[in-house]
């Protein structure tokens, strides 16, 4: 019986070949955080080999029948993967532990399942799927999909806890705000509840041409995203947290819901430090310094980590992020306004602000000031002449 695959599925296999190799090389590449990265590269081998195995099936599975269903059970491993390397790039999590290995229940009871159908021959494989599709099949489907969904809400609920933690100690989160994991999280999601839907519509015999091409465009995105996780981890160094920013994790680490309970400041000492702290702000300009975190104005006024932060959180309603940024519009606003000053580019503005990007300086203006910074310069811009009239 002479082979024949399409194009779409060469693609995908030439892909899925290429992520196995990728993987294998982020497994044994060294790094700072080299458990982050290996399971990284688990993660992009379960996308290849899953990718890989499914193309095979679906183009060779007369040929190679002992393929049928035999990545299956590797479903189950998908949401605890992505739920660990979010964790460990957050650094919430180091290394694994052994109750870590709950997780792989699942995983193992899918096997046990599929076990009957495993031993069975070639032969007998082709005809159970011959008549109709077990319901077993589909009810493993459903539940992977439900269980990497589950894992994906946790994950994004991780990263915005971490953000909010994050928020009290950085000025400037850049590379620390890990959007970019959020936003492939987000895909990782859609793609597996879209699986959901088309294998709930087979239940109910619902079958859809549009389906079949829908399929081919979730396989282009399947290649794309284990690309894009390869790109990550080779090119961008999210995973090297400077010495500095781990030790600020640490603290954030430390600092749960319950942080200031028990903190022994009294009303009189935070308005005492709340006062040292706007003194400082307005003589000192630490806004200017793109790097400022709660650890260096905490060492600089001499008080206590966990008590500038509660005076921060408290007096001004604000989070550290916001509280410097706070001063870094008011330093922009100046700039903006004056007629020689605001004849510099945007970008030179935000810098001598103390933003360290001028996205970031956009973004902070205008979530301040309601209008971004160009509006702002239109309507705000003094000249020589009208400030020589009113005065």
């Given at each position: 019986m002479p082979l024949s695959i399409d194009f779409h599925s060469l693609v995908f296999i030439i892909a899925a070949v290429q992520g196995i190799i990728l993987s294998v090389f982020l497994f044994f590449r060294s790094d700072k955080n080299q458990v982050a990265n290996q399971v990284l590269s688990l993660l992009v081998?379960?996308?290849?080999?899953?990718?890989?195995?499914?193309?095979?099936?679906?183009?060779?599975?007369?040929?190679?029948?002992?393929?049928?269903?035999?990545?299956?059970?590797?479903?189950?491993?998908?949401?605890?993967?992505?739920?660990?390397?979010?964790?460990?790039i957050i650094r919430e999590k180091r290394s694994f532990s052994k109750p870590d290995m709950f997780h792989l229940i699942p995983f193992l009871v899918c096997i046990l399942l599929f076990l009957p159908f495993y031993i069975k021959s070639g032969e007998a494989k082709l005809d159970v799927i011959s008549e109709a599709l077990p319901g077993l099949f589909f009810y493993v489907w459903i539940s992977a999909c439900i269980h990497i969904a589950a894992y994906v809400f946790l994950a994004i609920g991780s990263i915005n806890e971490y953000r909010y933690k994050i928020k009290q100690r950085f000025s400037s989160i850049g590379k620390l705000d890990f959007k970019w994991l959020q936003y492939i999280l987000v895909v990782n999601l859609i793609i597996w509840l879209f699986d959901a839907f088309v294998i709930t519509s087979?239940?109910?015999?619902?079958?859809?041409?549009?389906?079949?091409?829908?399929?081919?465009?979730?396989?282009?995105?399947?290649?794309?995203?284990?690309?894009?996780?390869?790109?990550?981890?080779?090119?961008?160094?999210?995973?090297?947290i400077k010495q500095k920013t781990g030790s600020e994790l640490q603290l954030i680490k430390s600092s749960g819901a319950k942080k200031y309970e028990r903190s022994g400041l009294t009303l009189l000492k935070a308005e005492e430090y709340k006062k040292e702290l706007l003194d400082y702000m307005e003589n000192e300009n630490p806004h200017l310094n793109p790097e400022i975190t709660l650890s260096d104005l905490s060492e600089a006024l001499s008080i206590p980590n966990n008590h500038l932060s509660q005076v921060i959180n408290q007096k001004f309603d604000k989070n550290f992020f916001d509280f410097v940024n706070g001063y870094?519009?008011?330093?922009?606003?100046?700039?903006?306004?004056?007629?020689?000053?605001?004849k510099e580019t945007m970008l030179m503005i935000a810098f001598e602000s103390g933003f360290k990007s001028k996205s970031t300086f956009n973004n902070a203006f205008k979530k301040h000031e309601g209008i971004t910074p160009s509006q702002y310069k239109k309507e705000h811009s003094i000249s020589p002449s009208s400030s020589r009239s009113g005065s």
């Open positions: 081998g379960l996308f290849s080999v899953n990718l890989l195995i499914r193309e095979l099936t679906r183009n060779f599975h007369e040929t190679l029948p002992h393929l049928i269903a035999s990545s299956d059970p590797f479903l189950f491993l998908y949401g605890p993967f992505i739920f660990f390397y979010t964790k460990l087979h239940l109910l015999g619902i079958e859809l041409e549009a389906f079949v091409k829908i399929d081919q465009f979730m396989g282009y995105i399947l290649s794309g995203f284990i690309y894009f996780l390869g790109y990550r981890a080779l090119v961008k160094h999210e995973h090297s870094r519009i008011e330093e922009a606003k100046e700039w903006l306004s004056d007629s020689e000053r605001s």
